[in-house]
């Protein structure tokens, strides 16, 4: 149940992230207020996750596959872009992860 809570916990966040971009610095009602109760509610979800992910586990899957489809929500969407180098960065975060999550930390009971 805690990586469908940490799963939720994500979209919450994608969502708010995107709405932020949105928002245009808080300017726009409708985006800011999509956003405020997006991350409210990824980061209840994200807490909930806590129970029984470590919390170093739950961060670095969060923070990866967050940074990560951000990025490709950046580029797809947004149209910003990004350079080789990044790219490269995202690869070795997502190996990083990878290998934490099998073999950095005991599962939590």
């Not at 980061?43 to 029984?52: D, I, N, R, V």
């Amino acid at each position: 149940m805690g990586y469908l809570y940490l799963a939720l916990a994500i979209a919450g966040e994608l969502i708010g992230t995107t709405y932020l971009k949105y928002s245009e610095g808080y300017t726009k009602p409708l985006p800011t207020i999509v956003s405020i109760v997006a991350y409210g509610i990824c980061f209840y979800l994200f807490s909930k996750s806590l129970l029984t992910i470590n919390l170093s586990i739950a961060y670095a899957t969060w923070s990866a596959v967050g940074l990560i489809i951000t990025a490709c929500i950046s580029v797809f969407i947004f149209r910003e872009g990004i350079t080789p180098a990044g790219i490269a960065a995202l690869i070795m975060i997502t190996a990083g992860v990878i290998v934490l999550n099998l073999y950095g930390a005991p599962v939590k009971g």
